[in-house]
């Protein structure tokens, strides 16, 4: 189906160290994938996003990677910074209808 | 600019009483989807719109749940007699597109607490 499924639900490294975050799909009509950060009290925002005729997406210290054979896409933070601490979603479209379906997100700690 | 604008930013009511809830999207912008985040939980998908038509409201949990979007802009969701479970962050997004060739931008939501 449209399911996405995230890991690791909590993630805490130190600062400076990269962290990576999972998803897979099940759906293979899927063809768009943004990632999502969310901060306490807001919103989400789009931090980068994929489409299924490109592997790999790199903005600065973070990069997105797609497999579509396996079905599953991974965001990568490098040089991790304290501001980077949040919740952050990946997501996916495609198919017959029009919605983003989100995983469960995941909580970012950055250690100083 | 101007992002999408939610309002009231929270809402306390009581259990039974009904409710409405704001959503200004980005100027321009006519795709609009409401979707409902529990506490500590993904993002729940409830109803698109395209214009001021709905081409998908497979996300309603109940016939207490509506919505409407008006002259392809602001968008009420309403929710009669409020349940306890109703409790959770409501959020708007809108796109110049849809979901599925543009990035959906989101307010930062209602949170509703049924008491």
């Known amino acids: 189906g449209e399911n996405v499924e995230q890991h690791p639900s909590t993630l805490s490294v130190q600062e400076g160290d990269s962290a990576v975050i999972k998803c897979t799909y099940s759906?293979?009509?899927?063809?768009?994938f943004p990632w999502y950060k969310q901060e306490l009290g807001k919103g989400p925002q789009l931090i980068i996003d994929i489409r299924s005729n490109v592997g790999e997406k790199k903005d600065q210290r973070i990069a997105v990677t797609l497999n579509k054979t396996a079905k599953h896409f991974s965001l990568h933070i490098t040089e991790t910074q304290p501001e980077d601490s949040a919740v952050y979603f990946c997501?996916?479209?495609?198919?017959?209808?029009?919605?983003?379906?989100f995983g469960k997100g995941t909580l970012l700690t950055v250690n100083p | 600019g101007a992002g999408v604008s939610q309002s009231p930013s929270n809402k306390v009511t009581e259990k039974g009483k009904d409710v409405e809830l704001r959503c200004d999207p980005i100027s321009g912008h006519t795709a609009l989807y409401w979707y409902r985040q529990s506490l500590g939980q993904g993002l729940e998908f409830l109803i698109y719109?395209?214009?001021?038509?709905?081409?998908?409201k497979s996300g309603l949990p109940s016939d207490r749940f509506s919505a409407e979007r008006t002259g392809g802009s602001v968008s009420t969701l309403t929710i009669q007699r409020t349940q306890q479970e109703d409790s959770a962050v409501y959020l708007c997004?809108?796109?110049?597109?849809?979901?599925?060739?543009?990035?959906?931008?989101f307010g930062n939501g209602t949170r509703l607490t049924v008491t």
């Open positions: 997501a996916r479209s495609g198919g017959s209808n029009y919605k983003l379906t």
């Open positions: 719109f395209q214009g001021n038509s709905a081409p998908d």
């Open positions: 997004a809108s796109s110049w597109g849809d979901a599925k060739n543009s990035p959906l931008h």
């Open positions: 759906d293979s009509a899927s063809n768009y």
